[in-house]
């Protein structure tokens, strides 16, 4: 992608007016996404996107440039600008660089570009079929094949020079229900760190019924209670409200600043003893796991809390530096249009030693929070609102009629402490996340758990 001999010239000079830290990140990217509404491709669009960015430390402060030109010339001309935007007395000599190999445990084993386009359209096809057959009241249906083949290389003034590269594979399919006037929607979208073998070997079918089945399901609920209840959130999706309302406020980008409910929390009690929280970059072809973070740092699994004791944060390089840690392999970016930051991965509660069954038959009157939507958190404080996308009340300790349109409000240092039970069927559950540094692939999960009291909002009285 670039010759060493220029990855060397570069970082001499961004480093040449004082930085005592110099990076360049560059990629070439494929990506692909073929959509299928109503039976038709509506859209199909195919990308390359590459470019370089380059990054200066002086201290605990950043300066950071890219560009889409990979000439020798260019590259000069970037590291050359960003080290002319400060100066300090600072000497320092780069270490040459020398090519690492990656120790890779993810495998990739079809490439998307070598697959025609008539046998991703028949994957999208059966999606369609099977969620139109599932019912006569979904009455329409979308497909997203969404595919993308990074290669990154990373080198930085202390010698370091790594090459990775990842594929991502997901197929997200929404159904909508329509009855008497009203429309309600479900949707399920499996992903995966791999090539193509994702699509051939994931059940379709499964995919489209899943999101025709929870379309139907809600069309035909009355409206959820309002007040305060137990609630018990499943396994999978359910860790949506830990990653956003706990998650961002555990990685550096926000403790760093001081921003943070945690920030200063380290080795003390944040949860009920029940919860142990991870953040885990090595599990192979997992939708979140990386070899390398965007950073050249290998991967980890990293214990964020342990039986309601807070043990790490997730670290970047810059971040590490502003609080006196080590990074934890967690910065990340969308692309060299940004610098990165810390950021999550897999990130999931660890299973306990209950059974669901359990938890629901200690409710005599609550929600049971089958499957979570969509919702929005206030960072500095970690209050939070989430809809329920597929919900059900519990009455004496069995689940009982579904309900729609209820939202969970609550904050989320307060959420981890009424965390009382964990059970064992953990599950995970792909999805994008942004933030300062661009929207990049994570993975959240959890057991399910009970929450002895949440705030629901509802359209109808208990």
Not at 121 to 138: F, G, P, Q, V, W
Not at 174 to 184: D, P, R
């Amino acid at each position: 992608m670039i010759r060493k001999s220029t990855i060397d010239r570069v970082i001499n000079k961004a480093l040449s007016n004082g930085a005592d830290f110099a990076e360049i990140f560059a990629e070439n990217t494929y990506s692909s996404t073929l959509n299928m509404n109503n039976r038709v491709i509506k859209q199909s669009i195919v990308g390359n996107d590459y470019g370089a960015g380059i990054r200066v430390f002086y201290g605990n402060s950043a300066i950071y440039a890219y560009t889409n030109d990979l000439s020798e010339q260019s590259l000069m001309k970037v590291a050359e600008a960003i080290s002319k935007a400060q100066s300090s007395d600072t000497i320092i000599k780069p270490v040459e660089v020398e090519k690492e190999d990656v120790n890779s445990i993810h495998k990739f084993m079809q490439k998307h570009d070598d697959v025609s386009k008539q046998e991703k359209i028949e994957i999208l096809t059966r999606a369609d079929k099977a969620a139109r057959n599932y019912d006569s009241l979904i009455t329409e249906v979308d497909i997203r094949m969404m595919e993308k083949m990074q290669r990154v290389l990373i080198a930085n003034s202390e010698g370091l020079y790594k090459e990775d590269e990842r594929f991502y594979s997901r197929l997200y399919t929404t159904a909508i229900a329509e009855k008497n006037g009203e429309k309600q929607t479900g949707s399920d979208g499996p992903g995966s760190l791999q090539g193509f073998e994702f699509f051939r070997n994931l059940d379709v079918d499964k995919v489209g019924i899943e999101a025709a089945r929870i379309a139907v399901t809600m069309i035909n609920a009355d409206y959820a209670p309002g007040g305060t209840f137990p609630v018990i959130i499943d396994n999978g999706f359910g860790g949506v409200i830990f990653h956003e309302a706990c998650g961002h406020a555990l990685e550096t980008t926000s403790v760093a600043k001081g921003a943070s409910v945690f920030a200063d929390k380290l080795n003390q009690k944040i949860a009920h003893e029940a919860v142990t929280a991870i953040d885990d970059g090595t599990m192979p072809n997992t939708w979140g796991s990386i070899a390398i973070d965007d950073e050249g740092t290998p991967t980890q699994k990293t214990v964020l809390i342990e039986n309601g004791i807070l043990k790490s944060f997730m670290i970047d390089k810059l971040g590490g530096r502003k609080i006196g840690m080590k990074s934890t392999g967690s910065g990340r970016r969308q692309s060299y249009k940004f610098a990165p930051t810390s950021r999550m991965r897999n990130t999931f509660l660890a299973p306990g030693k209950y059974k669901l069954e359990d938890l629901i038959a200690t409710v005599d009157y609550g929600i049971y929070a089958k499957k979570m939507g969509g919702g929005s958190v206030m960072p500095g404080t970690g209050n939070y609102n989430f809809s329920v996308a597929e919900g059900y009340i519990i009455r004496n300790g069995k689940i009982m009629e579904p309900v729609r349109g209820a939202t969970l409000i609550g904050n989320g240092a307060e959420t981890l402490h009424k965390i009382s039970m964990v059970a064992d069927n953990l599950a995970l559950a792909p999805g994008m996340c942004g933030s300062v540094s661009g929207s990049v692939p994570t993975t959240v999960g959890q057991p399910a758990i009970r929450v002895d009291e949440i705030i629901v909002g509802g359209r109808k009285e208990q």
